[in-house]
């Protein structure tokens, strides 16, 4: 493991030098002379969805139709992607409009003041390009959504599970064509236990159900997950020290706690174990001094304070169709402390399940992120149970490349239904750092094209059509974000 993990940071460092992001601060750009939330930045549908007959409390939505028909071939009828954040208690607001929503987010200055504005700037990274799109604020109580009785507010997965699942059949009502798409649940982070969870009670609901009622589950994707903690866990000391920001006496150090916490996995004390976890985190960002564990590139971290700022504007709750009186908080702690008990549980089962049965998991990871590394995917991807498992840690790990231009993206490994991506260049919110990249792989993942679909090594994954609207708007929109 040591050596294919040395193999691995290696590469993350060499492509460090080629592919960067901005992270250092600049001046805000003049605001443009239009309102902070334009018409056609609006959701097509947007509201609230009940989690039972029986209670008040209700999942908040935002739906995008998408903005144009897929490229050749064009599935019929059109991919609902569902986003899913993490934390657990972050509102998936922060993914609508900080990463992979039509519009984001961005700073402005209105005057000479040293004042800023927040206002929404077109995304040519979009996930609802040629895809419908539905982002949901779970558990209830994140976000705008609606938990009317504290008791009521999930501590384990198994009851985000139902919960999401009646307000995903609630959606699906709304229009009769909806129940005939196919549908694929996306997120990032603590929603890597999420989004197996939801779709392995779609799957056991299913089996009740007559075909004309199921929900069309096509495939699930998962961002920098956190999906098998114990092991996971064990390896941030190895991956900080073959990136060279620990030596060997401080990765002994680490290691000491991450022992630790596994131990306590074992005796299944798991508030416990969630604390160790904890200190392990710290203990990393202490010894390492960086900004952020999410990208050990940046100088400061991610600004989702910007969609906090955005979205506590009464205006824009009314636009939203959210309710005026919730003070909208990114990451409720609240939620996140009641899940303390279930943090260090694994779903690893769930996604094999999902890998057998719906046959089409893709596992994705920014190469900066220091705290669910790409190192710490492999190592449990290394131990599912799959029958597939031994073709596809022999499959090839071929070069991604996009944009037309022949640059470096990332690289691909695929077999049956599961596929690993690195994207280079991102970190922990890889649609925020690598948009357009992004794009065009849950597009080529979706449409099972390109180094999906069975293409040749480093052959271009974007269309003519996709490269010449994606080099239009970077060029030629001075208020788009990427």
């Known amino acids: 493991m040591t050596t294919n993990l040395l193999m691995l940071i290696t590469l993350i460092i060499s492509s460090s030098l080629t592919i960067q992001h901005s992270t250092a601060s600049s001046t805000p750009p003049a605001c443009p002379r239009r309102p902070d939330f334009p018409k056609e930045a609006l959701p097509t549908k947007s509201g609230y969805l009940p989690i039972s007959p029986n209670s008040t409390s209700a999942i908040f939505y935002t739906y995008y139709k998408a903005q144009q028909s897929p490229i050749s071939?064009?599935?019929?009828?059109?991919?609902?992607?569902?986003?899913?954040?993490?934390?657990?208690?972050?509102?998936?607001?922060?993914?609508?409009?900080?990463?992979?929503?039509?519009?984001?987010?961005?700073?402005?200055?209105?005057?000479?003041?040293?004042?800023?504005?927040?206002?929404?700037?077109?995304?040519?990274?979009?996930?609802?390009?040629?895809?419908?799109?539905?982002?949901?604020d779970n558990p209830i109580g994140s976000g705008f959504s609606i938990a009317s009785d504290p008791g009521e507010v999930p501590k384990n997965q198994n009851?985000?599970?139902?919960?999401?699942?009646?307000?995903?059949?609630?959606?699906?009502?709304?229009?009769?064509?909806?129940?005939?798409?196919?549908?694929?649940?996306?997120?990032?982070?603590?929603?890597?236990?999420?989004?197996?969870?939801?779709?392995?009670?779609?799957?056991?609901?299913?089996?009740?159900?007559?075909?004309?009622?199921?929900?069309?589950?096509?495939?699930?994707?998962?961002?920098?997950?956190?999906?098998?903690?114990?092991?996971?866990?064990?390896?941030?000391?190895?991956?900080?020290?073959?990136?060279?920001?620990?030596?060997?006496?401080?990765?002994?150090?680490?290691?000491?706690?991450q022992t630790k916490a596994v131990k306590l996995v074992e005796a299944k004390k798991w508030r416990q174990a969630a604390r160790a976890r904890n200190r392990v985190l710290r203990l990393v960002k202490k010894l390492t001094g960086l900004a952020t564990d999410f990208d050990f590139t940046r100088k400061q971290p991610y600004k989702t304070g910007l969609v906090t700022r955005f979205l506590r504007s009464k205006d824009v709750k009314r636009k939203l169709g959210?309710?005026?009186?919730?003070?909208?908080?990114?990451?409720?702690?609240?939620?996140?402390?009641?899940?303390?008990?279930?943090?260090?549980?694994?779903?690893?089962?769930?996604?094999?399940v999902l890998v057998r049965k719906v046959g089409k998991v893709l596992l994705y990871q920014g190469s900066y992120d220091?705290?669910?590394?790409?190192?710490?995917?492999?190592?449990?991807?290394?131990?599912?149970?799959?029958?597939?498992?031994?073709?596809?840690?022999?499959?090839?790990?071929?070069?991604?490349?996009?944009?037309?231009?022949?640059?470096?993206?990332?690289?691909v490994q695929s077999y049956g239904g599961l596929s690993h991506v690195v994207v280079l260049g991102a970190g922990h919110m890889v649609q925020a750092d690598q948009?357009?990249?992004?794009?065009?792989?849950?597009?080529?993942?979706?449409?099972?094209?390109?180094?999906?679909?069975?293409?040749?090594?480093?052959?271009?994954?974007l269309s003519s059509e996709l490269k010449e609207s994606n080099v239009r708007n970077i060029c030629c929109n001075k208020y788009i974000v990427h």
Request: some cysteine.
């Open 370 to 411: 220091l705290r669910d590394s790409v190192a710490s995917s492999e190592a449990w991807i290394k131990t599912m149970k799959w029958d597939g498992l031994e073709r596809f840690l022999v499959a090839e790990r071929k070069v991604w490349r996009v944009l037309g231009n022949g640059d470096l993206a990332g690289y």
């Open 159 to 257: 009851t985000v599970a139902k919960h999401l699942y009646a307000a995903l059949t609630g959606f699906l009502a709304l229009d009769p064509d909806f129940m005939t798409r196919p549908v694929y649940i996306t997120g990032e982070s603590y929603a890597g236990k999420f989004i197996p969870s939801i779709g392995y009670h779609i799957l056991k609901r299913n089996e009740e159900l007559p075909v004309s009622k199921r929900v069309n589950l096509a495939g699930i994707a998962i961002g920098n997950g956190m999906t098998d903690p114990v092991i996971q866990v064990t390896t941030h000391a190895a991956t900080a020290y073959f990136l060279g920001l620990i030596n060997e006496r401080q990765r002994n150090e680490v290691e000491k706690v």
């Open 435 to 461: 948009g357009v990249n992004s794009q065009a792989m849950i597009e080529d993942w979706v449409l099972e094209r390109g180094l999906f679909g069975g293409e040749e090594e480093g052959k271009d994954l």
């Open 322 to 352: 959210a309710r005026e009186s919730i003070e909208f908080v990114g990451c409720n702690r609240t939620i996140r402390s009641g899940f303390r008990g279930e943090v260090m549980k694994s779903v690893k089962r769930k996604v094999e």
């Open 73 to 136: 071939p064009q599935p019929k009828p059109t991919p609902i992607l569902i986003w899913l954040q993490g934390g657990p208690g972050c509102s998936s607001m922060l993914g609508n409009f900080f990463e992979l929503g039509p519009y984001l987010v961005s700073e402005c200055n209105p005057d000479s003041k040293n004042q800023t504005r927040v206002v929404l700037k077109p995304n040519p990274g979009s996930w609802n390009r040629i895809f419908d799109l539905l982002f949901f």
